[in-house]
């Protein structure tokens, strides 16, 4: 079974991050979300709090087969600017797995 990762900072786009875990998982795929914070409620940018299912700090690449960005501002610039986040996606890209970007999260990939 494919595993994704849906990392969640403060400030994403809800319907992104629904949509992207809810279709995933309608299609058999594990999908783990992860929260930037230091504990998994993670608010949206309007006012919906997800209780994500890990923190950022205890996730590595090698458990996923890709990452997929929720956008939203400031939560993609929360992503931009995280260096765990960065991390991971340069983890991604040089074990060549598949990395994707939502709306006005694409500037996560730019860093």
């Known amino acids: 079974m ?3 990762l849906v990392p969640l900072a403060n400030g994403f786009e809800e319907i992104e991050a629904v949509t992207i875990i809810d279709i995933l ?3 058999g ?10 504990d998994e409620e993670v608010q949206g940018s309007n006012g919906i709090t997800i209780l994500a299912n890990t923190l ?10 890709m990452i997929v960005l ?3 501002i400031p ?10 986040i960065q991390e991971l996606l340069k983890e991604f890209d ?3 797995k598949k ?13």
Do not use: H, Q, W
């Open 99 to 111: 990395v994707g970007a939502i709306c006005a999260a694409p500037i996560a990939l730019y860093s």
């Open 75 to 84: 939560g993609a610039e929360y992503l931009r600017d995280d260096t765990r």
């Open 70 to 72: 929720p956008g939203g």
């Open 25 to 27: 998982r309608r299609g």
């Open 2 to 4: 494919a595993k994704v």
């Open 56 to 65: 950022i700090n205890y996730v590595t690449a090698d458990e996923f087969d």
């Open 94 to 96: 040089g074990m060549g």
């Open 29 to 38: 795929v594990e999908v783990t979300t992860a929260s930037l914070n230091l």
